[in-house]
């Protein structure tokens, strides 16, 4: 990011940078003390982004996703006995797939989230309402 945000002010680019954190950064889970507070960094990281470059026309934000059914996603959370309890705190009642997490890209690094800046998109079928 740092790279890329100093060719964009260099060039006088205006842009969007999106960074892919977690569900993880909001909400603690048992034997994920690191990773939990690494994407809570990742998160704070991007609001400082956001508020240092926002100046220079760079929008900076993260997308939070749940389990995404990569091929990784599927070798782990494929067992029903060990998928069920965290299925069943989300509302949706499912997972994400990879695309759910490209639109949502998509969208923050789109013009149509022109005011959108320093912001965390949860992609998480609900998982932290519930």
């Given at each position: 990011?740092?790279?890329?945000?100093?060719?964009?002010?260099?060039?006088?680019?205006?842009?969007?940078?999106?960074?892919?954190?977690?569900?993880?950064?909001?909400?603690?889970?048992?034997?994920?003390?690191v990773y939990c507070s690494t994407k809570s960094a990742l998160?704070?990281?991007?609001?400082?982004?956001?508020?240092?470059?926002?100046p220079h026309k760079i929008r900076v934000n993260t997308v939070n996703p749940t389990v995404v059914m990569t091929d990784m996603g599927r070798i782990n959370w494929s067992d029903p006995q060990k998928s069920a309890a965290m299925i069943n705190r989300i509302p949706l009642g499912k997972f994400a797939e990879v695309d759910d997490v490209v639109n949502s890209i998509l969208?923050?690094?789109?013009?149509?989230?022109?005011?959108?800046?320093?912001?965390s998109l949860m992609i998480d079928g609900g998982f932290l309402v519930s």
């Open positions: 990011s740092q790279i890329v945000a100093r060719q964009m002010i260099a060039q006088g680019v205006p842009g969007a940078i999106v960074n892919v954190s977690s569900q993880a950064s909001k909400r603690a889970l048992r034997d994920h003390a998160d704070m990281l991007s609001k400082v982004m956001a508020m240092e470059l926002g969208f923050l690094l789109s013009d149509k989230s022109a005011m959108t800046t320093g912001s």
